[in-house]
């Protein structure tokens, strides 16, 4: 059996058995710590065992469900709060020339094909070939736009009647790209390929290869789910705290979205027991990858929470990547030397800040723009919205544990203070 299928079929026992190196250690470790490392072990290791996470499909669903079975099990109401969707289901997504079919995914905000697609000349972008390429650039944690701006802009503005892009990552292979205009999809059918298949591509872009690119697609009435939830405090007349993280995405994504959950169930724990006197609201939204789907329907639900509450608390990408940088990002200098605190109590040091007034990542974008407070932590990654994304490679367990007590126990006392 590979190491792979083993760990997906004992995930409801991987906690203990992935964790043999650290119990090795076990003299020098508190049994708090090792407690806690395999609280959120089994949370990823359920995660990633779901399937792919995209939103509104039957596994996304079922991942709701269970999400707030966990909530339950602390003795917290959990709620679906559903929001309605246009799925996008691939049903042949290729491009073929000479005497190869290359597989892709098509980008979901942009225009589809038929069955038949389109034919014609394989081009550099720019050009005046029927097919353009372009490759896309690297996802960095520090300018998380970045892989949507430049080529990807100038592809969607082109003139070609459809789009290859290779896409770009830490290394070769397919890394997809988020749908931020899935409300408003612009530019030509786009079918995103391996940057594997780069140099072959390029020389048959330089040679104008008769090409054929398809990127049919179904559109399908769904309903999506954010996970909701609320701690009351002792003191309602204070303004409350929000704790959010992401859970749909691409593939897995168990250390862009497992993390964030598993780090949010933690602070949920520690806040049930806490004895806070702000009330604490927790919402764990779907539609990440879609254009933020998530977000705008729970603000759509409560407006005025977004100056309203006192903080929001956003759980960033990756988190307990290893070997990886993080990046923090606070709305104000109050809310950065919190958070820097918070982490230092784990000797955990900021690699990088972003500037306040920064365009903020993700789901705190929504919330600066509307004028609110916000504060969230980030992580780099070798294998950001791609199918390496997996458990147990792509998270280091004590790190991650370390960055869970860190913030539980900051928003504990955020919620503990009344100032």
């Given at each position: 059996?590979?190491?792979?299928?083993?760990?997906?079929?004992?995930?409801?026992?991987?906690?203990?058995?992935?964790?043999?190196?650290?119990?090795?250690?076990?003299?020098?470790?508190?049994?708090?710590?090792?407690?806690?490392?395999?609280?959120?072990?089994?949370?990823?290791?359920?995660?990633?065992?779901?399937?792919?996470?995209?939103?509104?499909?039957?596994?996304?669903?079922?991942?709701?469900?269970?999400?707030?079975?966990?909530?339950?099990?602390?003795g917290v109401t959990a709620e679906l709060e559903p929001f309605e969707l246009t799925?996008?289901?691939?049903?042949?997504?290729?491009?073929?020339?000479?005497?190869?079919?290359?597989?892709?995914?098509?980008?979901?905000?942009?225009?589809?094909?038929?069955?038949?697609?389109?034919?014609?000349?394989?081009?550099?972008?720019?050009?005046?070939?029927?097919?353009?390429?372009?490759?896309?650039?690297?996802?960095?944690?520090?300018?998380?736009?970045?892989?949507?701006?430049?080529?990807?802009?100038?592809?969607?503005?082109?003139?070609?009647?459809?789009?290859?892009?290779?896409?770009?990552?830490?290394?070769?292979?397919?890394?997809?790209?988020?749908?931020?205009?899935?409300?408003?999809?612009?530019?030509?059918?786009?079918?995103?390929?391996?940057?594997?298949?780069?140099?072959?591509?390029?020389?048959?872009?330089?040679?104008?290869?008769?090409?054929?690119?398809?990127?049919?697609?179904?559109?399908?009435?769904?309903?999506?789910?954010?996970?909701?939830?609320?701690?009351?405090?002792?003191?309602?007349?204070?303004?409350?705290?929000?704790?959010?993280?992401?859970?749909?995405?691409?593939?897995?994504?168990?250390?862009?979205?497992?993390?964030?959950?598993?780090?949010?169930?933690?602070?949920?724990?520690?806040?049930?027991?806490?004895?806070?006197?702000?009330?604490?609201?927790?919402?764990?939204?779907?539609?990440?990858?879609?254009?933020?789907?998530?977000?705008?329907?729970?603000?759509?639900?409560?407006?005025?929470?977004?100056?309203?509450?006192?903080?929001?608390?956003?759980?960033?990408?990756?988190?307990?990547?290893?070997?990886?940088?993080?990046?923090?990002?606070?709305?104000?200098?109050?809310?950065?030397?919190?958070?820097?605190?918070?982490?230092?109590?784990?000797?955990?040091?900021?690699?990088?800040?972003?500037?306040?007034?920064?365009?903020?990542?993700?789901?705190?974008?929504?919330?600066?723009?509307?004028?609110?407070?916000?504060?969230?932590?980030?992580?780099?990654?070798?294998?950001?919205?791609?199918?390496?994304?997996?458990?147990?490679?792509?998270?280091?367990?004590?790190?991650?544990?370390?960055?869970?007590?860190?913030?539980?126990?900051?928003?504990?006392?955020?919620?503990?203070?009344?100032?």
């Open positions: 059996m590979r190491r792979r299928d083993f760990l997906v079929a004992a995930a409801g026992a991987v906690a203990g058995a992935i964790n043999r190196p650290n119990l090795l250690h076990a003299r020098d470790r508190a049994p708090a710590a090792m407690e806690l490392e395999q609280r959120l072990a089994a949370v990823i290791a359920a995660y990633d065992a779901q399937g792919n996470h995209r939103t509104g499909t039957p596994v996304d669903n079922a991942s709701a469900e269970w999400l707030a079975r966990q909530v339950q099990t602390m799925r996008v289901d691939p049903i042949s997504s290729y491009l073929r020339l000479v005497d190869r079919r290359i597989e892709g995914v098509p980008l979901f905000d942009a225009a589809f094909t038929d069955g038949t697609g389109v034919t014609g000349k394989l081009g550099p972008l720019g050009s005046g070939a029927e097919i353009g390429l372009a490759q896309t650039e690297p996802f960095s944690p520090v300018e998380p736009r970045r892989a949507q701006a430049g080529i990807v802009a100038q592809a969607r503005r082109s003139d070609h009647k459809a789009l290859v892009l290779l896409t770009g990552g830490t290394r070769r292979g397919l890394f997809l790209l988020n749908a931020v205009s899935f409300r408003k999809p612009s530019g030509p059918p786009t079918l995103q390929v391996s940057s594997v298949e780069a140099d072959w591509l390029q020389r048959q872009a330089q040679q104008g290869t008769e090409a054929t690119l398809v990127a049919h697609v179904n559109r399908t009435p769904a309903q999506a789910y954010n996970v909701t939830c609320k701690v009351a405090g002792s003191d309602p007349t204070l303004s409350p705290l929000v704790v959010m993280a992401p859970r749909s995405a691409w593939w897995q994504s168990t250390s862009e979205q497992g993390s964030r959950l598993a780090c949010w169930l933690e602070a949920l724990r520690v806040m049930a027991a806490g004895n806070a006197k702000r009330d604490a609201y927790f919402v764990a939204m779907s539609g990440h990858e879609l254009g933020l789907l998530g977000i705008d329907a729970y603000l759509e639900r409560r407006p005025e929470l977004v100056k309203g509450a006192a903080i929001w608390i956003f759980y960033g990408s990756d988190i307990g990547a290893p070997r990886q940088p993080n990046l923090i990002h606070a709305s104000d200098a109050t809310l950065e030397r919190w958070l820097l605190q918070a982490l230092e109590k784990e000797a955990i040091r900021a690699d990088a800040k972003v500037p306040y007034d920064a365009p903020a990542r993700g789901e705190a974008g929504p919330i600066q723009r509307g004028g609110g407070r916000f504060v969230t932590v980030a992580c780099g990654s070798e294998a950001f919205h791609n199918v390496a994304d997996r458990w147990p490679e792509a998270i280091d367990i004590a790190l991650l544990a370390r960055y869970a007590r860190a913030l539980a126990t900051g928003a504990l006392q955020l919620a503990r203070e009344a100032g």
